[in-house]
Nanobody, 123 residues
């Protein structure tokens, strides 16, 4: 069993920045693909970004390319999402998700999920 805890959300003005963190409780953290998802009110949950366990390559949704950066620190069992140039449409609850099966994360079917952290961007 793996526990995931997100932090770093908050209220910011458009154009501002936030860094989200995801802490994982596992001794085999480097075996996990980690994804970031978000869900805005009245909308479906969508994948924002993910980072692989094998080569550490990051992928991004078109809506956040050039603005968000995902990274991981395996020594600390941490994954981060640096969010710059924030827009009101980025407002959502953000979740991290983890699975040793990469395709499960990509498809939003990861085995483990955090509780979410609220990001609100004002115009």
């Amino acid at each position: 069993e793996v526990q995931l805890v997100e932090s770093g959300g908050g209220l910011v003005q458009a154009g501002g920045s936030l860094r989200l963190s995801c802490a994982a409780s596992t001794s085999t953290f480097d075996d996990y693909t980690i994804g970031w998802f978000r869900q805005a009110p009245g909308k479906e949950r969508v994948r924002v970004s993910y980072i692989s366990s094998s080569d550490g390559i990051a992928y991004y949704a078109d809506s956040v390319k050039g603005r968000f950066t995902i990274s991981r620190d395996n020594a600390k069992n941490m994954v981060y999402l640096q969010m710059n140039s924030l827009k009101p449409e980025d407002t959502a609850v953000y979740y991290c998700a983890a699975d040793t099966i990469p395709v499960s994360v990509l498809g939003g079917k990861a085995r483990y999920w955090g509780q979410g952290t609220q990001v609100t961007v004002s115009s």
